[in-house]
Structure formats: structure tokens, C-alpha cells
């Protein structure tokens, strides 16, 4: 594959002409969330509510894509081709929740790891603290191997920030791809 974006997941070779897209995507939020690790700064992507905004925004021009590209062929998402007419009652409704509930998964996904992470540091880094105030020998060797498991979580939280803008730009390829091609 030339790129991120590889041509099975994105419409076959029609799907290059989205890799800028995709980049952009992920280079936009891969900085967001890796600046986020900065102590004092706080990026949309930190914020649950933005990036379920985001996600849903892209969701919605997926779909606005799809019903423009494929008119009345949009509704085989809710209906999958090959499937008994029986099913029809039980289906639609999963279907449909299924197809709308991407956009808040998405975006939830996103803030919420990110969220986790930055909660984790701050309890490591706040026990240190009060374990180095309590002015024991205990506290202060507690206080010292907290502070020194900082690191190794910052450098865990700097792979998650970028696996994390990996995974939402993979997850919208695929989303375009089922757009481009009705599944």
C-alpha cells in the first residue's frame, strides 16, 4: 500500500483520492492528543463533547455522501441483502441504532482513553505528592518510586495518544468505505 489508508478499505484504487483526507485527520488529532500530554493545555480532543461533535459531524457527511451517491440504495444498511423478509422487524431497528450509534462510539472512544490516561497520571503523580508531604521515610521512597513510575505512563499515554488517532481514522475510512460502496 502506498499510504495509511489502504485501497482494500476505501473503494479500491478510487480510495487514494481520500488518503489527504485521512492524513489530515490523523495528523490533526495525533497532534491534539499528543499535546495534550502537556501539562496547562487541554485540546478538543481531551473534551468528550468535541469529539462526539466531531464524530458525529463526520458521520453525518458520510451519510449526506452516501444518500447523494446511492439515492434509495442507502436504505440496504438498515436491510442487509440476502437476509429473510422475516427478519425484517428485528433487523431495521438493530440495524438502524447500529448505523447511528457509530457516531457517538467514535467519538466517545476517542475522549474517553484519552480522559482515562490523563486520570491515571494525575492520581500517580497526586499520591506521589501526598506520600513525599507525609515527611515519613516510607512516604519519601513511595513518593520517589511514584514519581519514577511517571515516566514509563507518559510514554504509554504518548502510544495511546497516536493509536488512539489511528484507530478514529481507520474506524471513518472504513465508515467512507461502507458509504462508497453500500457495505
Known sequence: PKAVVSTQSTGGEEGYRYFPFALGLFTTIGFCNVTNLLPYIEMPTQIIGCTVAMSTTLIAGLTIKCIAKHKLDFASFFFPPGAPVGLAPLLVPVETISFFSRAVSLGVRLGANLTAGHMILHIISDFGAQMLASGTLG?????????????????????VAVVQAYVFCMLTTMYLNDAHELH
Not at 515516566?151 to 504509554?156: D, E, H, S, W
Open 139 to 159: 512516604g519519601g521512597i513511595g513518593g520517589v518510586l511514584c514519581t519514577a513510575a511517571l515516566f514509563p505512563v507518559c510514554i504509554l499515554e504518548m502510544a
